[in-house]
Antibody, heavy 127, light 107 residues
Framework: EVQLVQSGAEVKKPGESLKISCKGS????????IGWVRQMPGKGLEWMGI????????RYSPSFQGQVTISADKSISTAYLQWSSLQASDTAMFYC????????????????????WGQGTTVTVSS | EIVLTQSPGTLSLSPGERATLSCRAS???????LAWYQQKPGQAPRLLIYGASSRATGIPDRFSGSGSGTDFTLTISRLEPEDFAVYYCQQYGSSQTFGPGTKVDIK
């Protein structure tokens, strides 16, 4: 079964750092881009960026460039989203998702929808 | 950045009725790289339609997508109780962006 399993909920204070994870299984992790999506409480979906675990090529939304860091460790089929200094406005649900359409992907091609999603990680930042 | 607008914001319908959801892009979406997702409360989004009109694996045929260029439509031919949810469009042809969503609720 193809799945993405995310790390558990986090409660942090402003100024703290955080790294959340997304572990893939049931498919060739290095051959599919992984994306991250933010959903603030009661709001819509926001695309943050993507990473190609095969070589860690990364693309960011202009809205999130410099605010977060996306990384991956292909040896353990895991992608990460991290903050160096959290703010209260980072309180949200974060989803990882695989970019694909059910077919074998073209290497390095990222014009795909998000076909497999993690269960989400809630991040709460409060003093 | 391509901006997506969805209408209506909320659609109130009864089970068995037809739902028509609209997604308009600020500029042409290349190669019809337009997807639709369904999200229910407390759940992750689920891919319904990609390439503007292709159904994802396991999606019932009451869901259909159409359109090209800047105007796209998701149609649910006969609403089932489990279809009441929020629907998002997404373009993935120029970076990626999501629309603000349309909530389909029970009338």
């Amino acid at each position: 079964e193809v799945q993405l399993v995310q790390s558990g909920a986090e409660v942090k204070k402003p100024g703290e750092s955080l790294k959340i994870s997304c572990k893939g299984s049931g498919y060739s992790f290095t051959n599919y881009w992984i994306g991250w999506v933010r959903q603030m409480p009661g709001k819509g979906l926001e695309w943050m960026g993507i990473i190609y675990p095969g070589d860690s090529d990364t693309r960011y939304s202009p809205s999130f460039q410099g605010q977060v860091t996306i990384s991956a460790d292909k040896s353990i089929s895991t992608a990460y989203l991290q903050w160096s200094s959290l703010q209260a406005s980072d309180t949200a649900m974060f989803y990882c998702a695989r970019l694909g359409d059910g077919e074998t992907p073209i290497p390095y091609y990222y014009f795909y929808p998000m076909d497999v999603w993690g269960q989400g990680t809630t991040v709460t930042v409060s003093s | 950045e391509i901006v997506l607008t969805q209408s209506p914001g909320t659609l109130s319908l009864s089970p068995g009725e037809r739902a028509t959801l609209s997604c308009r892009a600020s500029q042409s979406v290349s190669s019809s790289y337009l997807a639709w997702y369904q999200q229910k409360p407390g759940q992750a989004p689920r891919l319904l339609i990609y390439g503007a009109s292709s159904r994802a694996t396991g999606i019932p045929d009451r869901f259909s997508g159409s359109g090209s260029g800047t105007d796209f439509t998701l149609t649910i031919s006969r609403l089932e109780p489990e279809d009441f949810a929020v629907y998002y469009c997404q373009q993935y042809g120029s970076s990626q962006t999501f629309g603000p969503g349309t909530k389909v609720d029970i009338k």
